[in-house]
T-cell receptor, first 114, second 116 residues
Framework: AQSVTQLGSHVSVSEGALVLLRCNYS??????LFWYVQYPNQGLQLLLK??????LVKGINGFEAEFKKSETSFHLTKPSAHMSDAAEYFC????????????FGAGTRLAVHP | EAGVTQFPSHSVIEKGQTVTLRCDPI?????LYWYRRVMGKEIKFLLH????????ESGMPNNRFLAERTGGTYSTLKVQPAELEDSGVYFC??????????????FGPGTRLTVL
């Protein structure tokens, strides 16, 4: 069975600081991995996805994530946080290219302080 | 192009009542998914339609939940009778049906259901 663990339900950073949101997954098949972001009163928006091509994936708004099979991790990073990055972030895994259900982590709420 | 829409945005009902949630997917998207997030927990899959057929309903919690997608367009999720533990945010997502391609799921804003 597939599962996702997000370490840290709340992360707080200063504006301009590095953002690091952690995600570890478990999958018996080669996984497809995703990061979604939810801004207040909005639906989930896809930030980036890993679909077995390049292990370093670049997404929108300056975010990127690196797939590390040996560590079963897919951590999300951004070199310099902006106030507008404050949101909740979800890591998800699928056994298909998004056709089948997504298995989500519990989410990490990111706060950015001036 | 309009995104996935859900109605209502909020619903407050009493235990034992019935509530129907509606989801309108992006036009032309044959895949439609329902997910639920109970407060503080992860978003969990409920079911998946392909057009009007249920592809996977393994996440439906019990027979108090009934999902339909008549005509393969919008979908409804009815909870009858509602229980306290049904409270949460119900998300709908849709994606195109493109064989051999990545099918990004586009999410709606969710319906927040509160059962008192």
């Amino acid at each position: 069975a597939q599962s996702v663990t997000q370490l840290g339900s709340h992360v707080s950073v200063s504006e301009g600081a590095l953002v690091l949101l952690r995600c570890n997954y478990s999958s018996s098949v080669p996984p497809y991995l995703f990061w979604y972001v939810q801004y207040p009163n909005q639906g989930l928006q896809l930030l980036l996805k890993y679909t077995s091509a390049a292990t370093l994936v670049k997404g929108i708004n300056g975010f990127e994530a690196e797939f590390k099979k040996s560590e079963t991790s897919f951590h999300l990073t951004k070199p310099s946080a902006h106030m507008s990055d404050a949101a909740e972030y979800f890591c998800a895994v699928s056994d298909s290219g998004g056709y089948n259900k997504l298995i989500f982590g519990a989410g990490t709420r990111l706060a950015v302080h001036p | 192009e309009a995104g996935v829409t859900q109605f209502p945005s909020h619903s407050v009902i009493e235990k034992g009542q019935t509530v129907t949630l509606r989801c309108d997917p992006i036009s032309g998207h044959d895949n439609l998914y329902w997910y639920r997030r109970v407060m503080g927990k992860e978003i969990k899959f409920l079911l998946h339609f392909v057009k009007e057929s249920k592809q996977d309903e393994s996440g439906m919690p019990n027979n108090r939940f009934l999902a339909e997608r008549t005509g393969g367009t919008y979908s409804t999720l009815k909870v009858q009778p509602a229980e306290l533990e049904d409270s949460g945010v119900y998300f709908c997502a849709s994606s195109p049906l493109l064989a051999g391609h990545f099918n990004e799921q586009f999410f709606g804003p969710g319906t927040r259901l509160t059962v008192l």
